[in-house]
């Protein structure tokens, strides 16, 4: 899809991430492909949400890129593994999608997100959007893993207003097995976003029997502490919700039985962010 050429209708907007989408830029050569990875002029999204109030502060529009480095067990969006998943869009067409959103945007004190997937397997065209959502006086939260971290200069991370990090495990081990990688270089990049003073909401989805053991959330949440520039911590249940997607991708999903945890075990968890003197919700 070329630069000039408009989405159809309604095919980037979704209600939900939650909607299986696959094959968005299946056609597209692969030379194509590294193209738009090398300049930022194009971008592989799942699609656009409207109207979020749980992805950063007040109410927001969601890119969600596709591409992930990473295959966690636990995956809401396994459909947003591969880039070419994603809808090609240009950064034309993303600003403009953006631009119909930001009057109201301002008057709910939200703004942009970009998640995923990990927005950081195509981080120039997501510096782009967030310098053409910045023209626009449009507020910018990055959701990451953090594992590609050191794709962004400090200047690059000037665009960004908040950071939204996800940290899944402490012990390394586990994260390997969880993931697929260790988690040493989300922690360097936590350190560095500390070292830039750059406002960071962690989040932290916990899994019953994978996340959950306190002494191992314990490790998580003096680190998270240790940084100094942490506003809130989101601690997240895990729900059923991915699951169809698993099935219908032919994937197998071994967290079939695994219940959402309790509420009493929710609130343990958020108490040992709290214990270390963080805001935990
Ligand atoms: S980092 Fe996010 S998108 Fe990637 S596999 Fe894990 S949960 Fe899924």
Redesign the pocket.
């Known amino acids: 899809m070329s630069e000039g050429q408009a989405i159809p209708e309604g095919q980037l907007e979704a209600a939900s991430p939650y909607e299986l989408r696959v094959d968005g830029a299946k056609h597209l050569p692969e030379t194509d492909v590294r193209a738009a990875l090398a300049s930022g002029d194009m971008g592989f999204l799942h699609s656009f949400t409207t109207g979020s109030a749980v992805d950063g502060p007040g109410i927001r529009v969601v890119a969600w890129t596709s591409g992930?480095?990473?295959?966690?067990q636990?995956?809401?969006?396994?459909d947003?593994?591969k880039m070419t998943n994603g809808i090609p869009v240009s950064i034309a067409q993303a600003t403009t999608q953006l631009r119909k959103y930001k009057r109201g945007l301002r008057i709910m004190s939200g703004g942009l997100t970009v998640s995923?997937?990990?927005p950081l397997m195509q981080h120039r065209f997501v510096l782009k959007l967030f310098a053409a959502a910045r023209q626009l006086g449009v507020h910018t939260a990055l959701d990451t893993?953090g594992f590609y971290g050191d794709r962004l200069t400090d200047a690059d991370l000037e665009t960004v207003d908040l950071v939204m990090l996800?940290l899944?495990t402490w012990d390394r081990e586990r994260h390997v097995a969880l993931?697929g990688t260790d988690n040493a270089p989300c922690h360097a990049f936590a350190r560095r976003l500390a070292q830039l003073r750059k406002t960071v909401w962690v989040r932290y989805?916990l899994v019953p029997g994978l996340t959950d053991d306190p002494d191992d959330v314990a490790r998580t949440a003096a680190f998270t502490a240790s940084l100094g520039n942490v506003a809130r911590v989101d601690v997240l249940p895990f729900h059923q919700m991915g699951r169809s997607k698993w099935e219908r991708l032919g994937l197998e999903y071994k967290l079939k039985d695994t219940q959402p945890p309790t509420v009493d075990a929710v609130e343990r968890t958020i108490g040992l962010f709290r214990r270390t003197g963080l805001e935990a919700c």
């Open positions: 992930c480095m990473w295959r966690c636990y995956c809401h969006n396994p947003t593994w995923g997937g990990e893993n996800d899944k993931v989805v």
